[in-house]
């Protein structure tokens, strides 16, 4: 059969009713994706590249990596692959034997100095020198906790965007929409977390416990980057982020629930995920899914960004709150095993303060895709929250709030931290009362166990008097 002799259909036929019986994913995010993609196809088999297009290997590559097999939301493997692969880019030297010392020496006297500024004793089983690649490694277990349950909520959401009849017929393709979405997730994660192995100085800096329980670790390569410039001694520098490390891993080890509080927040965030279709159909007009830079750049715009709800919103507030509070607690408590000891900790504090406050690209990656801020807001406000209590009625008292979550400070505590500071010591006192008066009543009750007997109650019978009323006469 010539070619002359295969029926074409209409070329003019352009009806959208009839199109949209013949391509399930007609008006869904997918139809540009599809589109997009078998139109680079077809100018391949023609003999072209298509506009913009990588040859055939690179595709495939492409593709082979998107699609490859991960358990999970978030293809884990290749955001360590991509994460290792940034950090690789950048200076990072392995941590020398000197490094290593002190390290050890820094975490050490910082353990002394806490001893005297807080009620919870030292959490330190282990003092590390990290590169950065031995952070990515080590913190990516954390990592998956974190953005797993987000990244998930979001995944499903992108494949129940399609119509039933699409879902029905589609099949295993969505399977395949399911792995390029975890490759989305491993892509950017992968990116962000390469960008924060450069930045941050020690294991708790962002408030949340990345690395493994008892490990107090300081990256010296980003710690000499951080002083740089401070006109301070290095070993100053090293010291005061171990006492912000040792200070962190003590409230860690100490608040068991906090953990469990922090983590459990942000999958009450994900549990909430919606995605706003219309936005992704309109951001997907001309989108090219064989240029390996199209998805980056879409992810980077917000592509998939979660559309927050009002619950969503009240979780997120808690979380920045608790955050606020872990930095806060670290701040008034490093303050306080300092005073007097160290002249350069007010700079330091106010380097560390301005760090955290301006946050950074990875940062902002982190809350364009999953909408967490890992910078807390209120970092001032906390720690002169933490500063009045401790004031009021001392750090025992400061640290004991730490005994529940239902004591925590509320949002509304930190707009005025002397409230709550006078709050907690009127509790106090209402407390200690009720103390007394219970300690009262168990003496007087231990008494009158000693004794057997009440002498004030007139049913006790006499022991000296004889059973029949007459008294007992020397018996």
Known sequence: MSGDDIERPDAGDDDPDKERGQNPFAGTPFEQMMSAFMSGQTGMQAGGTGQGMPDLSTLLSQVQRMLAPHEGSVNWDLAKEIARAGVAQAKDPSPTSADQT?????????????????EFGSATTHAAAWSRAEWVEATMPVWQLLVEPVAGAVVEAMGHSMP????AMAGPILGMLGQAGGAMFGTQVGQAIGGLATEVVNACEIGLPLGPEGHSAILPVNVREFGAGLGLEASDVLLYIALRECAAQR??????WLRAHLFGAVEEYGRGITI??????????????????????????GLFEPEQTPAQAATLVRLETALALVEGWVDEVVG???SGRMPAANQLHEAVRRRRASGGPAEQTFAALVGLELRPRRLRDAAALWGSVRSARGPEVRDAVWSHPDLLPTPEDLDDPLGFSEKTNETR???DARFDAALADLLDQAAQDESGTDVDDPDVDDPDEDPTGEASEGR
């Open 276 to 301: 706003d279709l219309a936005a992704i159909q309109q951001s997907m007009q001309g989108f090219d899914p064989t240029n390996p830079e199209a998805l980056n750049d879409a992810l980077s715009g």
């Open 336 to 338: 306080q095993a300092t």
């Open 102 to 118: 002190a390290v050890a020496d820094a975490v050490r006297l910082a353990d002394l100095w806490l001893d005297t500024a807080t």
């Open 429 to 431: 006192v209402v407390d």
């Open 251 to 256: 409230l860690f080890k100490h608040v068991p």
């Open 164 to 167: 039933a009849e699409a879902q």
